[in-house]
């Protein structure tokens, strides 16, 4: 079984350019979460999805960037137009169908390194 | 003040000793997880609690809901332990997803 698979490891953008990261959650799992680290910052929480909807997207900024996880394929993370600020890790974790108030364990992605040059 | 505190921040510890790293929080959750980071920058999730206490092999995760308070416990440290540990909570009412992470607890076991 697979665990969760974020491509492409590395990505370089030059200022303006877009940024396309993906997530494949682990078999089985049906939501999906979007994290960035800022460099010397900690893990800060952007946007929460399942199949076809976004539940919370209240961590994403107002431009800009939008998330997507279609009903087949990845899930997608996209920056429009991005500036220096944007460079981090972008990590994607899956879990569980989500029963009420209910928590699961989040599984992590190796991350996205993003760098705007 | 931030939401979720961890301390210490930095830890350096011999191979063999007992290691506690403590996360304290401000706001009624219903969750609680702690993750390692590992150097390379991977992150493995630990353990999730709400209450009492987990363990599994030589890690050891308790939470005191009334205190607001969790401790991670490290058995027989070893070198491979060296990480990052982040404490992150679930805020009651909020959606699974919506984490508030600690600043991190950067643990180096030397041999």
């Known amino acids: 079984n697979a665990g969760v698979m974020q491509n492409p490891r590395h990505l370089v953008r030059r200022r303006g350019q877009e940024a396309r990261l993906r997530c494949s959650p682990m078999k089985g799992h049906s939501h999906v979460y979007w994290y960035r680290q800022l460099p010397e910052e900690g893990l800060k929480f952007m946007v929460y999805?399942?199949?076809?909807?976004?539940?919370?997207e209240s961590g994403m900024p107002k431009e800009r960037f939008s998330a997507e996880f279609p009903k087949e394929g990845p899930s997608i993370l996209r920056i429009q137009q991005v500036v220096r600020g944007d460079s981090a890790a972008y990590f994607c974790?899956?879990?569980?169908?989500?029963?009420?108030?209910?928590?699961?364990?989040?599984?992590f992605g190796p991350g996205t390194r993003l760098t705007v040059t | 003040k931030n939401e979720v505190e961890q301390s210490p921040q930095n830890l350096t510890a011999q191979e063999g000793e007992f290691i506690t790293i403590n996360c304290s929080y401000s706001v009624g959750i219903s969750a609680l997880h702690w993750l390692q980071q590992h150097p390379g920058g991977g992150i493995v999730s630990l353990f999730m609690l709400s209450s009492g206490k987990k363990k599994h092999g030589r890690l050891i995760a308790t939470i005191n809901i009334q205190e607001k308070h969790s401790s991670l416990h490290i058995t027989a440290s070893h070198p491979r332990d060296s990480a990052v540990y982040i404490c992150?909570?679930?805020?009651?009412?909020?959606?699974?997803?919506?984490?508030?992470f600690g600043k991190g607890t950067k643990l180096s076991v030397k041999p």
């Open positions: 999805l399942q199949k076809e909807n976004i539940i919370d």
């Open positions: 992150a909570v679930r805020e009651y009412g909020g959606s699974q997803g919506n984490l508030i």
């Open positions: 974790a899956s879990s569980l169908v989500s029963q009420g108030t209910r928590s699961y364990e989040q599984y």
